[in-house]
């Protein structure tokens, strides 16, 4: 069909180029036969430009399906904090056990030895406490377990997310308070403790400094 149109102005140009004088008729005929001429290329173009709009349209639909289904207002205002207070639990419990232990070695260290029953009877109720004490294990283990439960929470909705957009990582520091971040834990080897299997262990250092 375009072709056909764009024959049909060729011949039309052609036909006003071997006239001597041209009229209005002549030139309107020009006109209509271009204007049926790019109307199919228009046609075209318009179809062409509105299906990458709906593909556009559909892209951004299944984004914001997408940002619905990563709930990152749930996040933000319930899984998170939840996990931090779990995890201040944890610190305080922790903390209060060690005291108590400590303040019971301490006692049994520093107690009278020279009544046998006081000092027995000392022995077995700070024994009491500490045991009391490590007692705070079974609840560290159940707020730990929630905060494992959050992270894989939020690791999944982030992981269909990101394969949802088709997003990729971009090198480097997010943000300038976490490049500060790395950078002094970089300068100041802040590489924690190793996990088990890792690291040098304490045998190997006492055959070294053994020789």
Known sequence: MASQSHAAVRAAADGLSEKDDISLVDVLTLAEASIR???SFIDSLDSKVYDEFRE???YIQKTKSEIGHLQANDLRSKHIPEAGHELGAVVSSTEEATTKIMECAEAILEADTSDADAYQQLVNDKVMIIFEA?????LTGQRIAKVVETLEHIEARVTRFAAAIGAEDIQGDASEKEK???KRKKDLILNGPAKKGEGV????IDALLNG
């Open 37 to 39: 001429s790019m109307k």
């Open 56 to 58: 556009i349209a559909q």
């Open 134 to 138: 490590c007692s705070f294990q079974d």
């Open 180 to 182: 500060k971040r790395n």
């Open 201 to 204: 262990s304490q045998d190997d």
